[in-house]
């Protein structure tokens, strides 16, 4: 069974930054990549980012893109979210999620794995 669990959200003002942060734990899981998706409410799910499962290669959603950065700790079995340069859009609660998955299905088909966060919430103030 792997869990999935992420922490870090908060309220905070324009322009300031946050870091998520998202633990996984299992047997197998450092063979799985990670990512992030947000979903605002009455918006569908969308895709923020996501890293392979070696952390080499990183993947970004168009929304946020040149505004945060994935990392991976593959000891600690974490990866992060650092988000900078935050606007009131990016308010939502964002997922992390887990599994197994191609090079070519890194992106938005994510949304297909098994494993998901409860999600932690981030609230941008103007």
């Known amino acids: 069974q792997v869990q999935v669990v992420e922490s870090g959200g908060g309220a905070v003002q324009t322009g300031d930054s946050l870091r998520l942060s998202c633990v996984a734990s299992?047997?197998?899981?450092?063979?799985?990549?990670m990512g992030w998706f947000r979903q605002a409410p009455g918006k569908e799910r969308e895709f923020v980012g996501a890293?392979?499962?070696?952390?080499?290669?990183?993947y970004y959603g168009e929304s946020m893109k040149g505004r945060v950065t994935i990392s991976r700790d593959n000891a600690k079995n974490t990866i992060y979210l650092q988000m900078n340069n935050l606007k009131p859009g990016d308010s939502a609660v964002y997922y992390c999620?887990?599994?197994?998955?191609?090079?070519?299905?890194?992106?938005?088909?994510?949304?297909?794995?098994?494993?998901w966060g409860q999600g932690t919430q981030v609230t941008i103030s103007s």
């Open positions: 999620v887990a599994g197994q998955t191609t090079k070519t299905a890194m992106g938005p088909r994510m949304a297909t794995l098994d494993y």
């Open positions: 299992g047997r197998t899981v450092n063979r799985y990549a």
């Open positions: 890293v392979s499962q070696s952390g080499a290669s990183t």
